[in-house]
């Protein structure tokens, strides 16, 4: 009967352990694929339709306060919020899918390249690789969400939100810093 307890508790202890380390090897998986600008293996690390859907909410959200109410109770400017709101969706859209999100990396590297900012002074040295969760803070916000806070050159926050899917976790939320 003791050996059953024992063997429950261990089983406890290692499933907690691999819930708890479970955002941290979720990042660092993120991590990588960007810094190696490895998009097929981002797919495993976010949930795309989740993370459309919460950027395209921020959006419209910006650009209806951004507005005002002057424009939304105008005919012609509630017309104009529509067809912002659905430029901005399909923008979104676009970008946030593995092959859009290697063609930003693309730029970002060709930005790099164009800067001169490499990793060696040498002319033919690869760019310095993108690394946005460098300096990161964690923190748990509960058993199934997870924050990674980082800070744009500005000094305003852009939060990554993790949420367990079972057993894993996935990237489904960037907060983005709109105001």
């Known amino acids: 009967m003791k050996k059953l307890l024992l063997l429950i508790g261990l ?4 499933l907690a352990g691999w819930v708890v380390s479970g955002p941290y090897l979720t990042l660092r998986g993120l991590a990588t694929a960007v810094e190696q600008r490895d998009t097929s293996t981002l797919d495993r690390y976010v949930d795309f339709p989740m993370l459309r859907a919460n950027l395209r909410a ?14 939304q109770s ?8 529509t067809a912002g709101q659905t430029l901005s969706g399909t923008a979104v859209d676009a970008m946030v899918t593995p092959m859009g999100i290697g063609a ?8 790099k390249r164009a800067s001169n900012d490499l990793e060696r002074s040498d002319a033919y040295a690869a760019p310095r690789a ?29 939060v990554f939100v993790l949420q367990r899917q079972g057993l894993r976790w ?3 939320n960037i907060e983005l810093p709109l105001d």
Do not use: I, M
């Open 170 to 172: 996935k990237l489904v």
């Open 74 to 81: 105008n005919l012609v400017g509630a017309l104009l919020l």
């Open 104 to 111: 930003l990396l693309e730029g970002h590297t060709l930005w």
């Open 11 to 14: 089983v406890v202890v290692l």
């Open 130 to 158: 993108a690394k946005p969760l460098d300096g990161a803070t964690h923190r748990f916000e509960s058993t199934s969400r997870f924050t990674a806070t980082t800070h744009t050159p500005q000094g305003a926050p852009v």
């Open 58 to 71: 921020q959006l419209d959200d910006y650009v209806v306060r951004r507005a005002g109410p002057d424009v």
